[in-house]
């Protein structure tokens, strides 16, 4: 992998860890930000926790990060129908040995892929998704890279439940990797944005990538489709459509854009189908999108919109919370 000068990569940092920064001063921590990068990987072991930790290896080599894999050993009973599980002190002992002998193996996995990585692994145990939300909250990464589930239905059902919860109340951002993986091949870091109401940490962030990972920054806004001007009221106008291209081009600004070449493209339809689509058609590495907190409507509307996104995109997706006054 090409080496990055410590420029670019002081910028990498800067953008990844604005909304980490952003946690600690709004807890009055008072903390000064690490020296580098620091990526935390959420494993379960599963085929798409692998593809999870190959991607945060990766990206950890090309900024100069500090990765640690953090599985958590879940021992709360498990209840079906009737029937209620409860470990014994012996299958405590005997799942806390098979998981850590499965963490050391990831980690050893990891390091030979980039010798040249520091790469850790820490056991939590606790309850799914508290204990992983209580590591993100002490320990501050600015990167959280987990999997979208894990193996067979059981597992497919706890790590999404996991993954969506960590999405929705992380105070760091949050990168989903599907089976997929990240496109070996990719050309560019997608950022959707809504007109009007911008998540300046989410551009912020996409535009950083954009230029750790040598890849065009490609901004989307989708604009309602036929049947959304329909519903209320209005038609569709081109002249808007094209004022709408004018403002999605000067987002980036100059600071966003050096160093980077920066493409904008307007879509038309439902949201999350035509992020999807647009992440798949560009040849996309990343989606990085910013989801709000106004009031509870708005978050229903927006969670549904994201939700969709990490459901129907087949790209790798970071959502990045954006913060209001007092949070």
Known sequence: MPIMSARTQENFFEQLGAASRAAREARGDGEAPPT????????????????????????????????????????APIAHAELVWVPTPGQMDRMSTEAQTSLDEAVARARKLQPETEIGGSLRAGMLPDALLDAIEVESP????????????????????????????????VLTVHDEGIAPKA???????????????????????????????????????????????????????????????????????????????????????????????????????????????????????ADDVLRLCPRPVILCRERTPGQ
């Open 187 to 305: 050309e560019s870091v997608l950022a959707p944005v809504e007109l009007g109401r911008i998540s300046e940490e989410a551009l912020d962030l996409a535009a950083g990538l954009a230029k750790a990972l040598r890849l065009k920054l490609r901004l989307l806004y989708v604009f309602p489709g036929a049947d959304a001007f329909d519903a209320i009221g209005a038609t569709y106008d081109p002249p808007i459509a094209k004022a709408s291209q004018a403002q999605l081009e000067s987002l980036a600004g100059p600071e966003r854009r050096a160093d980077i070449e920066v493409e904008s493209v307007t879509r038309f339809g439902a949201a999350a189908k035509e992020i999807a689509v647009e992440a798949d058609e560009s040849n996309a590495a990343l989606v990085v999108m910013g989801t709000q907190r106004r009031g509870i409507v708005s978050r229903a509307i927006e969670g549904s919109v």
């Open 142 to 173: 600015d990167l959280v890279v987990m999997g979208t589930h894990g193996r067979g239905f059981w597992s497919r059902l706890v790590m999404g439940s996991v993954a969506h919860a960590v999405n929705r109340r992380s105070s760091a951002p």
């Open 36 to 75: 580098r990068p620091f990526i935390m990987v959420a494993t379960d072991f599963s085929a798409t926790s692998d593809k999870a930790i190959d991607a945060a290896t990766h990206l950890a080599a090309r900024v100069g990060a500090r990765l640690e894999a953090v599985p958590v050993l879940s021992l």
